[in-house]
């Protein structure tokens, strides 16, 4: 047959009429209205194509386009937006995320075909450049997991010189810990709002959120996380306090500042001030809280179910080789991390970048490696990297922490974040 497509649209008339005028045209066309099921979908079927809707519940078409084309697997499907939502912002933000092609719905169904054969027709040229080398590592499952990580977003808050898009993504930090029949969420950067749709078409009614601080690329989403708006649904809030502001203040500082006009809270918020002490958040599941080293009250975690231990420390800054003997955080840190099954820690900077911004609150992946290495931890996954790194420079970082790793003898696998991982340890 000819061109392999996928189509993703909520409405399965308009849907199908796209499906049936591709197979008329001789094409291999499919169409599913679940667009959570896209990513899962699209590594199943490996199509040529992808046609998307813009307008759909779960995940809307451009944040499916941003995933595809910075999907190291994905990337080189062409992606063509088929839409009644067509103002020249939707438009110019598909071009940006690498959409081949916008068409307005109603179309013409005369020529919608021969469009889509046409961007099919077309030489890609990304394909002449890999997402990433061979060598740059990728974390995967373990063959015994016993808990599940999903990671929502692992980059630091944009600035100027950031990147339209990235194989690691942009969002900022929200990852997942999954125990058995208990979510927990760790932070509420941009990344939790695609978390949220995805909880809310679930039906999730009791939520469990754990801050490490209120800086905004830990908060920003958290006005959008859909479940905040659910009546009946319950969220849990556990973070630490400034010691001149009580949590309440913080968070209803952090919802004004990131709620939609004209949106309300419609759930049941209940706050759980954190120390730096052990708790039991549900039989078999213990939660370490820690402080982090990082300006203003910043909590580190460490998770331990199943006979698993988890530490996620996003905003820690570690002093390196370089520190004095009055800089015992490096250690302290490590004795908490010990025999981690997996560590997510701060890997901000390259060593270089470090030298010059250092005592900001955040560290080198160098440092995050000679650290989970001296905690005698299983992996670690480098977090937070700077969003205005591109994606060979983050390669860079991927290759040279593995290389450290190796050359001093540490029995541990290191990766770098990637907005999409989802790993069992």
């Known amino acids: 047959m000819g061109l392999k497509v996928l189509i993703v649209d909520d409405d399965d008339i308009a849907g199908g009429l796209s499906r049936d ?13 679940n667009s959570l099921k896209a ?22 078409g451009l944040s499916l386009c941003h995933k595809i084309k910075t999907d190291p697997e994905l990337r080189f499907i062409k992606v063509v937006m088929v839409s009644g939502k067509s103002f020249e912002a939707d438009k110019q933000r ?11 719905k109603p179309y013409n169904i005369e020529s919608f075909a021969s469009q889509i ?6 030489k890609d040229k990304t394909a002449e450049t890999p997402a990433a080398p061979a060598s740059v590592p990728q974390m995967k499952s373990g063959a015994d997991a016993a808990l599940q990580i999903a990671i929502y977003g692992a980059r630091g808050i944009p600035g100027q010189k950031t990147p339209t898009s990235s194989a690691y993504g942009l969002k900022t930090s929200c990852v997942t810990i999954d125990a058995g029949d208990r979510k927990f969420i760790f932070d509420a950067g941009t990344g939790i709002v695609q978390l949220g ?47 001149d502001r009580p949590l309440q203040d913080l ?7 990131t709620l939609p006009a004209g949106a309300s809270v419609e759930a049941e918020i209940q706050l759980h001030e954190l120390f730096e002490q052990v708790y039991e958040v549900c039989p078999g599941v213990n939660l370490t809280s820690f ?16 006979d698993r231990k988890v530490v996620f420390c996003p905003d820690s ?10 800089q015992d955080y490096d250690d302290r840190l490590a004795r908490i991390a010990q025999g981690a099954d997996l560590i997510i820690h701060d890997g901000r900077y390259t060593a270089e970048d470090y030298r010059t911004i250092k005592n900001s609150g955040h560290s080198s992946f160098v440092s995050a490696v000679h650290m989970a290495g001296k905690a005698g931890a299983k992996r670690l996954l480098i977090f937070h990297m700077d969003s205005q790194y591109p994606d060979d420079v983050l390669d860079r970082m991927g290759v040279e922490a593995a290389r450290v790793a190796a050359e001093r003898g540490y029995k541990l696998e290191v990766a770098l974040a990637r907005e999409g991982l989802k790993i069992g340890v």
């Open 21 to 33: 005028l591709l197979k008329d045209a001789g094409m291999d066309a499919e169409l599913i209205t």
């Open 117 to 122: 054969a046409e961007v099919g027709g077309r």
């Open 251 to 257: 968070v209803t500082e952090a919802l004004e500042a």
């Open 317 to 326: 800054e570690l002093y390196g080789e370089g520190a004095t003997a009055l």
């Open 39 to 60: 990513i899962d979908t699209l590594r199943e079927m490996r199509p040529d194509m992808a046609v998307l809707d813009i307008l759909m519940p779960g995940i809307d």
């Open 197 to 243: 749709a995805e909880l809310a078409l679930s039906g999730a009614k009791e939520i469990f959120l754990f801050l490490t601080h209120f800086h905004p690329d830990h908060t920003r989403g958290l006005g959008e996380f859909q479940p905040l708006h659910t009546a009946g649904c319950s969220i849990h809030i556990s973070a630490g306090k400034e010691p």
């Open 94 to 104: 598909a071009r940006q995320y690498g959409a081949d092609l916008f068409i307005e």
């Open 291 to 306: 402080y982090a080293n990082h300006p203003g009250t910043t909590l580190g975690f460490v998770v331990q179910a199943n």
